[in-house]
């Protein structure tokens, strides 16, 4: 995922695309040392999955797990509870990098 419009095909793919995508712009935001945890975080698990304790992050809209098979989400706000939804480690992957890529060309 290279530009913006594929940016805004990714999120549109579910509902667990697009809580993953809100986790990046509303929790995340432009901090690049939160960035690089989830990144060592997920390539901990990717290494050794079946010994990885899980990754765990409560940010100010979001409470998220990293799994040994999935990215689960859970949001922490708005009148409903929603119940928590989940991606694949590889499309958490995809997001992570964009958002970074993204961050980094914003910084430079």
């Known amino acids: 995922m290279t530009d913006e419009h594929e940016w805004q095909q990714w999120q549109q793919q579910s509902a667990s695309h697009a809580a993953t995508a809100a986790f990046l712009l ?12 989830l990144q060592a975080a997920l390539d901990n698990i990717r290494e050794n999955p079946a010994d990885a304790e899980p990754y765990a992050l409560s940010g100010n809209s979001y409470f998220v ?3 040994s098979q999935e990215f689960v989400i859970e949001e922490l706000y708005g009148d ?6 989940s991606i ?8 992570l990098d964009y958002w970074r890529e993204r961050q980094q060309s914003e910084a430079d």
């Open 80 to 85: 409903d509870y929603a119940e928590p939804v």
């Open 65 to 67: 797990q990293l799994q």
């Open 88 to 95: 694949s480690l590889e499309a958490f992957a995809e997001a």
């Open 26 to 37: 509303l929790d995340v935001q432009t901090n690049l040392t939160m960035l690089a945890t």
